[in-house]
Every structure is written in C-alpha cells, then in structure tokens.
C-alpha cells in the first residue's frame, strides 16, 4: 500500500512542489500530500475498529432482541422519542457545522473555520445536556441495571424485601381510593381530564385500565414488567453510554482543534486534523442514526 | 491499484484533498433532516411486524448519505471505500453467525428464568 501511495505522490507532485516546507510537514514524510494520504489512511483504520467495537453491542441488542421482543416492546415505553428525535437533529447539526469547518479549512477560512468548530461544539453540548435529563429521569424512576433495576427487584421479593413492603403499601392505598372513587365516578372522569398527560398520552390511559391507578409514581406500576426487563436498560446504558463516552472523546478533540486553528495552524496545505476529527465526529453521528431507530422507536 | 491517479481528476489544483461544495452541504442536511422526521412519523403509523425493517432501512439510507458526502467518501481512495465496505461485511459475518445459534440455549435460560424470578401477582 506504501508503495502505491508513494507513487502517486510523485506523480501528483512532479510538476508542482513549489510550496516550499510546511512547519506541519513531519519529517518521515516526503510530501504534504503524502502525510494527508497516510492520516487519512489512519483515521479510517481507527474508524473501523469503532464500528467493529460498537458492532459487538448491535449484536447483543439483535441477539436479545430476536429472542425477547417482550421484553422491547414494553421497556421502550420508558424512552422519551422526543428527547431522542431532538438529540437526532442535534447531532445531524453538528455533522453539517463540522463539515463545513473541514471546507473551511480548506479554504483558509480561519475565522468561520473557529465560529464552526465552535458551534459544534456547543451541539454536542447541548446533546449530552439533553442525554443527562433522560438519565437522571429514569435514575429517579430506579430504571438502572441488573440488580440495580427496580423491575428486578420487582421480580424477587424475597431478597428486596423494603420494596416489596412499598409496593404492597401503595397497592393498598390505591385500591382505597380507588373504591372512593367509584363513588364519584362522574368527578373522577373530570379529573382524568384534567391531568396533564405528559410525555405518553396512550400507556397512560392503559396503565389506568390494568392497574386501576394514573400510571405515574412508585415502582408498583412496573408490576407488569415480562421477566428481565433489566436487560434493556443494560443494552440502553451501555450503547447510548459508549455513545456518550465518544461525544465527550470528539469535544475534547474538537476544543483541540478550536485551540489550534485559534492559533492559526490550519490551512489549505495542511487541515488534516481537521479532517480526520470531522470523519470521527461524523461516525458518532453514524452510529447515533441505528441508535436512534433501535433503541426509541420500537412499536411493534 | 492503479486507477489511484484517476480519483484525483477533479480535485481542485491547490488542494490535497475534495472541496464540498455548499449546495451538497445543505443538500445532505435536509435530505438527513427529512428522513428523520419520516422515521419517526413512520413508527408512529401501525405497519405491523415490517416497521423495523423500514426504519432500519431509514437509517442506512441516513447512514449512506453521512457516510458518502460527510465523510467525502464519494471523493475518498477506492482503497478506503473498500475497506469501509469489508468492515461492514465482517460485521455482518459477526452478527449473522452470532445468530445462527441463539436460540440453542433458550430451553434452558428460559429455565433459569423462571426458577428464578417472581412475577409478582397484581390485584
């Protein structure tokens, strides 16, 4: 492969290395053409090795999903599509700011190159701002992992005992207000009405129907979970959380980038890192795209 | 290999690399900005067992315009498309033997399960 690229270097370049010696230009390289090939080169390697990486959890999530589609079909109720169409756009954004610094370099834009970077970052900001809330929305609902998931403790009474006690508290308390309610049917209906039904207008009248309560609050409305919902929330953390882990590795590299084309090293003869951020930054983008389809918009 | 010197034809004579012209920019992010509003419009209407296939079929779609205009890959190195492409065969090698023997141990996991778990009854 070295050999090739080296041939064509010279070929292309025969007639017009007259730029002189960039500063960027790396010593074991003979062009700057040369230099931008085997980057390049570089970047895509590594960029496959993320695809192969992220693969492995498309496995896992094909694999589980092929065998307990039960399972997706009721933990999903749990994600909000909005927050997640929101962060697609968000993203799609930032992969148009972050292209578009990548012609800017290219074309000795420096200031525009700096506002773009800038705006990229600041999306990705905003995507992670966004991901925290759907976090720590389901943190407080007790939607973590294994043992740590609130429909697991569900399923074994006998080693959570405080929750099971909670639960049957709650099931009291709603079966007492449900009778009172009876009684006040028509001002029940009313108050229905009334409720805000926030983010899922459907589950809610469902979850009013089989379990005779307004769907929002303690961990009892989870009673109906099927066996091993936990493992959704695994897939959903780890896949989106790699995600995640990657968003903040591109912020670090794009402030990387800020800092230098500040300092006014990126040009039409050497952009480079520009390039090869943009590609990585694009592929988190790329891999988002599956996620968002996967993960959010399960229906049936 | 020797189609190398080829992709270079229209590259721009002071450049290293494929210049994105703005129209393919914008282009790329409304077609991207449509077929995520199509998706998600789309999970929405009751197709029954298909709707994965769509939306999956959405986001390679998605993922092929990222991939040939972000990524330039439509100006890249054959040599890159080539391999971007063998990356996704060993992918689909992966995943299509992973699954070929999911179901083995089912029986016995399913087992597990249920000697296991408590569905706790609701009243």
């Known amino acids: 492969m070295s050999a090739a690229v080296d041939h064509q270097d010279q070929a292309h370049h025969a007639g017009d290395d007259h730029h002189g010696h960039s500063p960027f230009q790396a010593h074991h390289f003979e062009t700057m053409q040369q230099q931008f090939d ?3 080169l570089g970047i895509w390697l590594f960029l496959f090795t993320e695809i192969l990486m992220f693969s492995g959890l498309f496995c896992a999530y094909i694999i589980y999903r092929y065998n307990h589609p039960e399972i997706f079909l009721y933990a999903h109720k749990q994600l909000n599509t909005t927050l997640g169409a929101t962060n697609t756009v968000v993203l799609i954004i930032s992969s148009l700011t972050m292209a578009w610094a990548v012609r800017a370099a290219q074309l000795n834009q420096k200031k525009l190159l700096i506002w773009l970077l800038s705006a990229t970052l600041a999306l990705a900001g905003v995507f992670l701002v966004i991901k925290y809330f759907e976090y720590t929305h389901k943190f407080d609902l007790g939607l973590y992992t294994g043992r740590e ?4 403790q569900l399923q074994h009474p006998a080693d959570f005992q405080e929750l099971h006690e909670e639960v ?3 099931l009291a308390k709603q079966a007492e207000e449900k009778k009172e309610a009876e009684a006040h049917a028509v001002s029940e209906a009313e108050a229905v009405d009334a409720h805000p039904s926030e983010e899922h207008g459907d589950e809610h009248a469902a979850a009013h129907d089989s379990h005779g309560h307004d769907g929002h609050g303690g961990p009892e409305q989870f009673l109906d979970a099927p066996r091993n919902t936990q493992i959704f929330f695994g897939i959903y953390y780890m ?4 995600h995640g882990f990657h968003i903040v590795a ?51 | 290999m020797s189609d190398h010197t080829t992709q270079h034809s229209d590259d721009h004579d002071h450049g290293l690399a494929h210049v994105m012209p703005i129209p393919i920019m914008i282009g790329t992010f409304l077609a991207l900005l449509f077929f995520t509003g199509l998706t998600v419009f789309i999970a929405d209407q009751d197709l029954g067992e298909i709707d994965i296939f769509i939306a999956l079929a ?3 779609l998605k993922a092929g315009l990222v991939a040939t205009y972000f990524m330039h890959l439509r100006w890249d190195k054959p040599f890159n498309i080539l391999m971007f492409l063998f990356c996704f065969g060993f992918v689909a090698l992966f995943i299509g033997i992973a699954l070929l023997d999911s179901n083995e141990y089912q029986p016995a996991i399913e ?13």
């Open chain 1, 38 to 40: 085997s980057g390049k």
């Open chain 1, 149 to 152: 998931n609130v429909m697991y």
């Open chain 1, 168 to 170: 049957e508290e709650n």
């Open chain 1, 239 to 242: 896949m989106t959380g790699l």
């Open chain 1, 250 to 300: 591109g912020m670090i590299a794009i402030g990387w980038l800020l800092s230098r084309s500040i300092r006014g090293d990126f040009s039409s003869e050497y952009f480079g890192p520009v390039d090869y951020v943009g590609l990585y930054w694009h592929l988190v983008d790329l891999i988002w795209i599956y996620l968002f389809p996967l993960l959010y918009l399960i229906r049936s």
């Open chain 2, 58 to 60: 959405i986001a390679t």
């Open chain 2, 111 to 123: 087992a597990y399960y249920n000697a296991t778990t408590e569905i706790v009854e609701t009243p």
